[in-house]
Antibody
Framework: EVQLVESGGGLVQPGGSLRISCAASGFSFSTYWMTWVRQAPGKGLEWVANIKKDGSEKFYVDSVKGRFTISRDNAKNSLYLQMNSLRAEDTAVYYC??????????????WGQGTLVTVSS | DIQMTQSPSTLSASVGDRVTITCRASQSISNWLAWYQQKPGKAPNLLIFKTSGLESEVPSRFSGSGSGTEFTLTISSLQPDDFATYYCQQYNTSPTFGQGTKVEIK
C-alpha cells in the first residue's frame, strides 16, 4: 500500500525557518517525481515545488523561489522541504504527493495527510 | 503561468442529478488536465487524468471531456458520497489549479 506521511509542521515566526518531511512507503520511491502542494486555510490548492527521481531537476512556484528548497533522500525514502524567510502568506497545510507518470509535469495520484505550517508572531 | 478558471464556484444539487463543472485555461493545454475531489480535512483524490482518463477505482459516473482551453467534469448521477469540492489542474507546464467548485446538497 502506498503511504506518504508528512511531519515537521508547526508554528514559526515571520522570517523564520522550518523543514518539513515526507516519509514514503509501499512503492519504489526512487523512480518517481515527487511534489509539494499547499493549501492555505479555506483556500484552494497551490503547487509549490517538484523534484526529479534522482534529485537532478527541481522546479518551484515563483512565490517561493530563493526561499524554499526541495530535496530528497532515496536511501531513506524521504522527501523534504526547507522553508526559509517564511511569511504569513506561507501559512498552509503542506501536502506531499507522488507524480502519477514519469514526466516533469504530471497529475498526482497519491497524497499524504498534510502537515500544517503556521507563520505568525 | 497558465490560469485555470472553474465555474460555478458553488453548485447546489440533489442526489440523482446530473452535474457538470467547467474549467477554462488561459491558453491551450492540449489535453493535459486532471480533476480531483477533496472532502473537508482530507487530501485531494485524483479522479480524472489526461482530460478523460478514469483513475483506478473511481466510479464510472465520473467522466471528463474537452481539449485546448475548455474542459468539463460530469457526474452522471450524483451520489451522497459526491458532495465535496472539485478542482481541475493543468499539467501542460508547471501545475496550476482552478479555484475549486463546491458541490453542496440542495
Amino acid at each position: 500500500e502506498v503511504q506518504l506521511v508528512e511531519s515537521g509542521g508547526g508554528l514559526v515566526q515571520p522570517g523564520g525557518s522550518l523543514r518539513i518531511s515526507c516519509a514514503a512507503s509501499g512503492f519504489s520511491f526512487s523512480t518517481y517525481w515527487m511534489t509539494w502542494v499547499r493549501q492555505a486555510p479555506g483556500k484552494g490548492l497551490e503547487w509549490v515545488a517538484n523534484i526529479k527521481k534522482d534529485g537532478s531537476e527541481k522546479f518551484y512556484v515563483d512565490s517561493v523561489k530563493g526561499r524554499f528548497t526541495i530535496s530528497r533522500d532515496n536511501a531513506k525514502n524521504s522527501l523534504y522541504l526547507q522553508m526559509n524567510s517564511l511569511r504569513a502568506e506561507d501559512t498552509a497545510v503542506y501536502y506531499c504527493a507522488r507524480a502519477s507518470i514519469f514526466a516533469t509535469w504530471a497529475p498526482f495520484d497519491y497524497w499524504g495527510q498534510g502537515t500544517l505550517v503556521t507563520v505568525s508572531s | 503561468d497558465i490560469q485555470m478558471t472553474q465555474s460555478p464556484s458553488t453548485l447546489s444539487a440533489s442526489v440523482g442529478d446530473r452535474v457538470t463543472i467547467t474549467c477554462r485555461a488561459s491558453q491551450s493545454i492540449s489535453n493535459w488536465l486532471a480533476w480531483y475531489q477533496q472532502k473537508p480535512g482530507k487530501a485531494p483524490n485524483l479522479l480524472i487524468f489526461k482530460t478523460s482518463g478514469l483513475e483506478s477505482e473511481v466510479p464510472s459516473r465520473f467522466s471528463g471531456s474537452g481539449s485546448g482551453t475548455e474542459f468539463t467534469l460530469t457526474i452522471s448521477s450524483l451520489q451522497p458520497d459526491d458532495f465535496a469540492t472539485y478542482y481541475c489542474q493543468q499539467y501542460n507546464t508547471s501545475p496550476t489549479f482552478g479555484q475549486g467548485t463546491k458541490v453542496e446538497i440542495k
